[in-house]
């Protein structure tokens, strides 16, 4: 196994877990570290809690990270979601002092490969972060989230939260805790997505908007679209995970991945990937066929969203809605 | 004309360290291949679940492998087969590298019990490595999956010298091939081949893969087309709820000379990290940025789905458990 020494570097991509979703987070920075090239920054995995990380993560130079937890973000809506799902709102004033850049990753993300050196440098044109639509925009163009509707806003970019580019300064500098602690405590009724719809209400459309392969949602409506597209993150939203009992109708390959790494490097949580239901999954032309229909006429709005990108290094920067 | 009488002598080879395993995995690559073969091995190092596996990489003389490999404790082996296999059919993109797979289990018959042949040309996805070296092989000397047309069509025949076969149809793909060392040492195989290369000089067309299949007659067992899924070019769609552990680039199209595109972008990123590290001077595989999906793209996956779909569902049905090998 070669070895990763960080001297100094500025950049990092951080998951953010607790020791339930410890195991997945850890495939996912393995993932990263092994499929990203030559990397230059660093892979951090933080916790409110001390999490011990698998050897193999400590021998990649994954370094883990205990958050303190914050008291101002009690005031957050935990509804079926773990405390650490609000995290994500600290990392980017907590690792502000030793990061400019920092990509945060939900940790039921899987990692193709990619050149993230790339993606921790790109210009995001003076946003506070960079990130994907959620993945209603594939089939509604003028999709208009209930938060904004809430809010009186017109049809406004509205991003998913799984797959987070921070410049860490203007994270800072804007206050963005503070505001949507603010938020949170004015308006409860937003949470309809927990931090999720809490970063949209700040935000109000002013990000600088990624190509849909680094955070691809839509994995098992578009598997025909999927084929020709630079896809680097999976994100598997809902409870449909291929981890999970419910998650058969994703492709063999993303169970497989959490199999391979368990087996190879954390026997410990084998048992945590049911088996495939029968020896040998059925070869399903109806499930194929439905899936085929689904996306042939969807195809004019899917194609139109995918067009505005000239390729994956793309960014369309936003506005916010009040300046328009 | 090869001279098969005398093959022993000519053929031989230099290792860089003792068998650490009875198990191997090898792969045989010339310079051209290099760095796709050492990307399937670094792969392998990655995710294999074997106690112990030795990956042993035959190279020709002109092979240079990087320092930054040297973790992988590769057991690197320069094959010299002399004239035994000069003069039988390459085309343009093989040189005689192609045959000395057929080599392997002779030059490593005491240090191994069971030796996993991969092609340079393959992508892993599973990693139950552990409990296919030890299927019941029934003292047959290979494990093979089927050749490609014959999984829709069992009897349709792929034999290039018909009227040498004598048993069955059946046509294995030699891109994936678990060899039993002592069963292929006792039946003789390699002299087989070599006699029929001489034989049949310059009408095969599969290179080694027609040798084998001719000098087995039939003699071998199936694997399920899990360990070598052939159709990840040709129907992209096709496999892809099932629990593939081996796909194999099947043709010309691979994922570094993928001139319209027609290889999944998911196929290169993995090997692109590998070759930005160890290969910067190499350019990688080119993946294509962005662009709709075109009307073509939504029949080919139709087309993926429902052609020949009866057939294949009786195929893949064959194989209820993908470790067990059948006759």
Redesign the interface.
Same mark, same amino acid.
């Given at each position: 196994m070669f070895s990763w020494r960080p001297d100094t570097t500025k950049q990092a991509v951080v998951l953010a877990c607790d020791a339930n979703f410890l195991p997945y987070a850890s495939v996912l920075a393995w993932q990263v570290a092994v499929y990203s090239g030559a990397r230059d920054f660093d892979i951090v995995i933080a916790s409110h809690e001390p999490l011990d990380l698998p050897p193999i993560l400590t021998e990649l130079g994954v370094k883990s990270r205990q958050v303190p937890r914050s008291d101002a973000l009690n005031v957050m809506s935990i509804h079926r979601l773990p405390i650490a799902a609000y995290l994500r709102m600290q990392l980017g004033e907590v690792l502000a002092e030793d990061y400019d850049r920092i990509l945060y990753l939900d940790s039921d993300i899987h990692f193709a490969g990619g050149d993230l050196s790339r993606l921790l440098a790109l210009d995001l044109k003076g946003a506070v972060l960079g990130a994907v639509r959620d993945v209603n925009v594939f089939y509604e163009p003028n999709y208009h989230a209930a938060e904004f509707k809430l809010l009186g806003l017109p049809p406004t970019p509205y991003i998913n939260t799984g797959v987070l580019l921070i410049d860490t300064a203007a994270f800072v500098a804007q206050d963005i805790v503070g505001q949507a602690v603010a938020t949170a405590k004015q308006r409860p009724d937003l949470f309809v997505y927990h931090d999720q719809s809490i970063i949209n209400c700040v935000l109000k459309g002013n990000i600088a908007e990624l190509h849909p392969g680094w955070n691809w949602m839509p994995n098992v409506r578009l598997p025909a679209v999927a084929q020709h597209q630079p896809i680097m993150f999976r994100h598997f939203i809902t409870d449909q995970k291929p981890f999970r009992a419910q998650g058969f109708s994703h492709d063999h390959r993303f169970r497989a991945a959490y199999v391979n790494f368990f087996r190879t490097y954390a026997p410990q949580w084998v048992d945590l990937v049911p088996a495939t239901p029968g020896a040998a999954p059925g070869y399903d032309a109806a499930i194929g066929f439905k899936r085929f229909w689904d996306q042939y006429r969807n195809r004019k709005a899917i194609n139109a969203y995918l067009a505005r990108f000239a390729d994956e290094w793309s960014v369309i920067r936003w506005r916010p809605v009040d300046e328009k | 004309m090869v001279q098969s009488t005398d093959w022993r002598d000519q053929i031989s080879c230099t290792t860089s360290r003792p068998a650490q395993s009875r198990y191997a995995a090898a792969l045989c690559t010339d310079a051209n291949y290099l760095p796709y073969a050492l990307f399937v091995a670094n792969e392998l190092h990655? &995710?294999?679940?074997m106690e112990s596996l030795d990956i042993v990489m035959c190279v020709t003389d002109d092979c240079v492998i990087p320092d /930054?490999l040297g973790?992988l404790n590769l057991r690197v082996c320069r094959i010299s087969a002399g004239a035994a296999f000069a003069g039988l059919y390459l085309d343009a993109r093989r040189t005689e590298a192609v045959y000395h797979r057929l080599a392997i289990p002779y030059l490593f018959r005491t240090d191994y019990d069971r030796i996993l042949y991969l092609d340079s040309d393959i992508f892993i996805?599973? /990693?139950?490595f552990a409990r296919l070296f030890s299927i019941d092989m029934g003292g047959r000397a290979i494990a093979a999956v089927r050749d490609v047309p014959q999984w829709t069509k069992p009897t349709k025949e792929l034999h290039p010298f018909a009227e040498k076969r004598r048993i069955a149809p059946k046509y294995f793909n030699s891109g994936v091939m678990l060899i039993d060392t002592v069963a292929f040492q006792s039946t003789g195989i390699l002299e087989r081949c070599l006699a029929l290369g001489n034989e049949f000089l310059g009408k095969s067309y599969q290179h080694d893969q027609d040798l084998i299949n001719c000098a087995l007659e039939g003699d071998w067992v199936e694997l399920?087309p899990?360990w070598n899924w052939q159709r990840a070019v040709g129907m992209?769609?096709n496999g #892809?709820? $099932?629990? &593939?552990n081996i796909v194999h680039f099947i043709g010309a199209r691979k994922p570094w000379r993928d001139w319209d595109?027609r290889i999944? *972008?998911?196929f290169?990123?993995?090997l692109?990290?590998f070759l930005?590290?160890n290969f *910067?001077e190499l350019p990688g595989c080119e993946?294509?940025?962005?662009?709709? #999906?075109s009307?073509l793209?939504?029949v080919?996956?139709?087309l =993926? $789905?429902?052609k020949r779909?009866r057939a294949?569902?009786r195929y893949?049905?064959r194989?209820? =458990? =993908?470790l067990v090998a059948r006759d």
């Open positions: - | 990655e &995710l294999h679940d /930054s973790h996805q599973g /990693s139950a399920s899990m992209p769609h #892809t709820m $099932l629990p &593939l595109f999944a *972008p998911r290169k990123f993995a692109n990290a930005r590290r *910067p993946i294509i940025s962005a662009g709709k #999906t009307r793209n939504y080919q996956y139709g =993926d $789905l429902i779909s294949m569902a893949v049905a194989f209820p =458990d =993908d």
